[in-house]
């Protein structure tokens, strides 16, 4: 293992070609490299090195059954990756990549079944972000990156979220700041029929039924809901993106009268406090002043009416209630559609309580 970490600051942009340079003969040497995605932040080694990508396993604690998503820079990487890519992957290929769509391919022979934890399939994705495209260009091999967190925490979505996590443990950590989406990318499985969502994401399953022409099976595990040890992305099985805190998620079938959603959440602080409990709230722009005088810390994580800025503020927010030296903390679910899904993904499997009123 490394005994220090080396943390480049550069443009996300304009990444400076020296860090480029360098952080890509880490990855050719066998080494660790944390770099950002429009999503989150990814742990990085070169796909082929099977030694290289046992590392990223033991550095995150990761469960050996989790199989990790190959990055790739150009539509020609895909015949080192993929055996086979079906006319309907070329579809939304054309129109979503670079960007925060991840397909399931028959795996390719030249990559190593330590990155597909022994599936004959691999999950590709070419990331929307110049940073990550120049580094597997500059490396010349694909790049396996899982998320850039130790295994079951919150997302890194900003280069703190990384050092925090993985000082000591990488090489190198590229530092671009803030990602763009803040959730992780939309995973797709079309080799089964009909296609199968196995993970909401950054890309809303409506706008890829749209460009398929085809729907797509949304099963409840890609909702966060039941049946979990039957997820067939072996990565939601396991309880994940959670804070040290006790989670309390207040869900509703409909947010048009958040009321109903407040005074639920409220009830389950007071029932805290009178406990003698320090509890924390995570609330809405519209919502947050109903906590006000109860709450002991209030936390706003965006507009119910933005869920763009919902999805970027999400996983900060997780690692903030940690911060907060509360007991528990209450938080309020959002409408389950478009980036909604993939929120309330991310929230059902952070919390260690649902509650739907
Ligand atoms: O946006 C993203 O996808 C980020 C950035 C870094 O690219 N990556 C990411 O990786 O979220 P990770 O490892 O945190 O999540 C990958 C998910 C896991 O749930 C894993 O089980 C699933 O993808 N997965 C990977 N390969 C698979 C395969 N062959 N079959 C089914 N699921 C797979
Ligand atoms: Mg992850």
Redesign the pocket.
């Known amino acids: 293992m490394v005994a220090y970490t080396k943390i480049f600051k550069v443009d996300p942009v304009r990444p400076d070609v020296e860090v480029i340079r360098y952080a890509a003969r880490v990855i050719r040497e066998g080494g660790l490299v944390a770099f950002p995605t429009e999503t989150?932040y990814g742990l990085g080694a070169n796909a082929f090195d099977a030694r290289a990508v046992e590392r990223i396993y033991v550095v995150k604690g990761r469960p050996p059954d989790n199989p990790i998503i190959v990055h790739i820079c150009d539509v020609r990487q895909l015949e080192l990756v993929a055996s086979r890519v079906p006319e309907d992957a070329y579809k939304l290929i054309e129109r979503l990549w670079p960007g925060p769509l991840t397909l399931l391919l028959p795996k390719g022979p030249r990559i190593p079944y330590v990155v597909t934890a022994g599936l004959e399939t691999v999950a590709v994705r070419m990331p929307a972000h110049p940073v990550a495209l120049e580094l597997i260009r500059e490396a010349g091999v694909p790049i396996a990156a899982?998320?850039a967190?130790l295994?079951g925490k919150p997302?890194p979505t900003r280069g703190e979220h990384v050092v925090e996590d993985l000082y000591s443990k990488v090489e190198v950590v590229i530092d671009a700041g803030e990602t763009l989406y803040g959730v992780?990318s939309t995973i797709v499985n079309l080799l089964s029929d009909p296609p199968m969502l196995l993970r909401p994401g950054a890309y809303p399953v409506e706008e890829i039924e749209r460009i398929l022409g085809k729907s797509i099976v949304v099963p409840g595990f890609a909702r966060g809901l039941g049946e979990a040890e039957r997820a067939l992305a072996p990565?939601m099985k396991h309880r994940?993106?959670a804070p040290d805190t006790p989670l309390i998620l207040v869900e509703s079938n409909g947010y048009d009268e958040p009321e109903r959603v407040v005074e639920a959440a409220k009830r389950i602080i007071l029932d805290h406090k009178m406990k003698g409990l320090k509890v924390a709230v995570v609330a809405y722009t519209e919502t947050y002043k109903y906590y006000e005088g109860l709450a002991d810390r209030i936390l706003v994580m965006g507009s119910r009416s933005n869920p763009y800025e919902i999805a970027r503020n999400l996983f900060a927010t997780l690692r903030a209630v940690d911060k907060l030296g509360v007991d528990v903390a209450v938080i309020e679910g959002v409408e389950e559609r478009g980036l909604g899904l993939a929120i309330m993904n991310r929230l059902r499997k952070a919390s260690t309580l649902k509650l739907r009123v």
């Open positions: 989150v899982p998320s967190n295994s997302s992780e990565g994940h993106y």
